[in-house]
Every structure is written in C-alpha cells, then in structure tokens.
C-alpha cells in the first residue's frame, strides 16, 4: 500500500509540469460483491446501482491522475449458493459502500480529450478509502450487524477479536476504454476491482459463538442473526464451528460507464510519451 502511494506522488510530481486541461465527469453502472456468503463466483454479474463524481488530469498522452468519490451497494445470500455449506449456514447481508480513491491511468495508446478521433483503451490502479455497514433482515427489520457483534468481538466470548472498523482501505485496478466525442467531451467504459483489507463487509469472518450466552450479553437479535443455519433449526449445536473463512478478505468489483468533460476549451495535441 504505501509503495502505490509513493509511486502516484513521485509520479504526479513528475509530470504536473507538463499536466493538460484537466477534465471533469459522473459515472454510473453496477456493484458486486465477492466473500464468505452467497453465490462465489459472482463478481462478474453486478447486482446493485452505483454511482460517482471524478476529476482527471492529464499529464501526457499516455498517463492520468485521476480522483473521485463513489456510492455503491453490496448485497449477497447463501440461498443463492450451490454449495451445501453455505445453503445450509442461511446468513444474508446487504450493505451501502461509499469510496473515495486516487488512481493513476495509462493509456495504451496515445489519448488526449480534444485530439479528433483519438481513443485507448487503459489499466488503472491507485490507492482508496471506503466505509460499510453491514444489515441483515429479521422480523421485517434491517439491523445494524456490527453493533451486534455476532461473532462475539468484543465481549468474552471472542477474547482475541476486537469489534471490527466500519471501513477500510482498498487497492482499485481495472481495465477500460475510454473516446472522444466531440472536442471536449469522452466517453468509457471499464471494469474495476476493490482488493480490501476487511472481512467484514458481510459481518462474516470467524467462527460460531454459543447463542445462549450472546443473548445473554446483547440480546435476543444478536443470538439469532449470529447463527440462522439450517441444522441448528434441527436441533444441532454450531457452537465453535467455521462460520466464515478469516484467511481471505472481503472484495467488491464496479462496472461503470462515465462521461467527461474538459474544463478548459484550448488546443490539444498528443505527443510521444518520452517527448
């Protein structure tokens, strides 16, 4: 984490001398999900609305700074999964996500807005922050999960877990295409991936605590939303056993389509990247 920081400031250092007009856009698409619960290979089929505001600025024709905020939503269910654990552990989430980040583009082929017939396609990456807050429905109610602690951070039944953060920091990457229409206006399209530093964006991460004794430190809807698996239903005890995998953090992927536009109407020329 601290090299990409290292290397979008050198490099933002580097080329702000010769930076162009810079350029505003919004994008929209999906947001999807991909951990503990629901379906495991999902990342591909977006499933929630998201949405964001960016700024670009264009160093040459090869290379970008771009930073933005975004809103997304993330959501997953283990009675969508083919797999026999999962089916029969029954946990559900939704959460909202919103992400703030700094990435540096490179343009496969020479781009600048303003150039006529001028297009690339490009890979990213950067640094990003973003926040969650994981909800379960029970009884026609979404709850909080993480105040709940139903994995027992927190309280005497998880001694060695502290109740997790409601945000994080990721790593953005991706790959995308980005064209000219006009003399100040672009249009891309891109696939995007959030490697992040949580397991908990579902609440699931560790193992079972004993239900009883959660009731007994933070209620009735904490022990029932800390274990709603199928068995336990039939009588048998999950008390201890794997409730999530705590060696694999938590990801998040947004497909987007954007439209910028360039703040300042002045002429525009790509030049070779070692000009």
Same mark, same amino acid.
Not at 46 to 66: C, K, S, T, Y
Not at 72 to 94: C, K, M, Q
């Given at each position: 984490?601290?090299?990409i920081a290292t290397l979008i400031i050198v490099?933002?250092?580097?080329?702000?001398?010769?930076?162009?007009?810079?350029?505003?856009?919004?994008?929209?698409?999906?947001?999807?999900?991909?951990?503990?619960?629901?379906?495991?290979?999902?990342?591909?089929?977006?499933?929630?609305?998201?949405?964001?505001?960016?700024?670009?600025?264009?160093?040459?024709?090869?290379?970008?700074?771009?930073?933005?905020?975004?809103? @997304?939503?993330?959501?997953?269910? +283990?009675? =969508?999964?083919?797999?026999?654990?999962? %089916?029969?552990?029954? /946990? $559900?989430? &939704? #959460?909202d996500i919103f992400e703030a980040d700094a990435?540096?583009?490179?343009?496969?082929?020479?781009?600048?807005?303003?150039?006529?017939?001028?297009?690339?396609?490009?890979?990213?990456?950067?640094?990003?922050?973003?926040?969650?807050?994981?909800?379960?429905?029970?009884?026609?109610?979404?709850?909080?999960?993480?105040?709940?602690?139903?994995?027992?951070?927190?309280?005497?039944?998880?001694?060695?877990?502290?109740?997790?953060?409601?945000?994080?920091?990721?790593?953005?990457?991706?790959?995308?295409?980005?064209?000219?229409?006009?003399?100040?206006?672009?249009?891309?399209?891109?696939?995007?991936?959030?490697?992040?530093?949580?397991?908990?964006?579902?609440?699931?991460? @560790?193992?079972?605590?004993?239900? +009883?004794? =959660?009731?007994?430190?933070?209620?009735? %809807?904490?022990?029932? /939303? $800390?274990? &709603? #698996?199928?068995?336990?239903?039939?009588?048998?005890?999950?008390?201890?056993?794997?409730?999530?995998?705590?060696?694999?953090?938590?990801?998040?992927?947004?497909?987007?389509?954007?439209?910028?536009?360039?703040?300042?109407?002045?002429?525009?020329?790509?030049?070779?990247?070692?000009?």
């Amino acid at each position: 984490m601290r090299r990409i920081a290292t290397l979008i400031i050198v490099l933002a250092a580097s080329f702000s001398s010769r930076a162009q007009s810079p350029d505003i856009g919004l994008w929209i698409g999906g947001s999807q999900y991909y951990g503990d619960v629901g379906i495991i290979n999902s990342f591909y089929m977006p499933e929630d609305l998201a949405f964001g505001v960016f700024i670009r600025w264009n160093f040459n024709d090869h290379l970008a700074l771009r930073t933005g905020v975004g809103f @997304g939503g993330v959501r997953a269910a +283990d009675s =969508l999964s083919e797999v026999p654990f999962r %089916v029969n552990r029954n /946990l $559900s989430f &939704r #959460s909202d996500i919103f992400e703030a980040d700094a990435r540096l583009e490179l343009n496969f082929w020479p781009y600048i807005i303003g150039v006529p017939e001028k297009h690339s396609m490009y890979v990213f990456a950067g640094i990003g922050f973003f926040t969650f807050e994981p909800q379960a429905l029970y009884q026609d109610t979404w709850w909080d999960l993480q105040p709940l602690n139903t994995e027992g951070q927190g309280t005497v039944l998880a001694p060695d877990l502290e109740e997790y953060r409601t945000w994080s920091l990721s790593v953005p990457f991706g790959i995308g295409y980005k064209a000219n229409i006009g003399r100040r206006f672009a249009v891309s399209v891109e696939f995007g991936a959030r490697r992040t530093f949580t397991d908990y964006i579902d609440d699931v991460s @560790g193992r079972y605590v004993d239900p +009883d004794q =959660l009731d007994g430190i933070n209620g009735a %809807v904490a022990a029932a /939303l $800390s274990d &709603r #698996s199928l068995n336990r239903e039939a009588g048998e005890d999950n008390t201890y056993f794997m409730r999530g995998n705590r060696e694999t953090n938590d990801w998040y992927f947004i497909s987007a389509i954007s439209l910028s536009f360039k703040i300042f109407d002045k002429p525009e020329r790509c030049h070779d990247f070692d000009d």
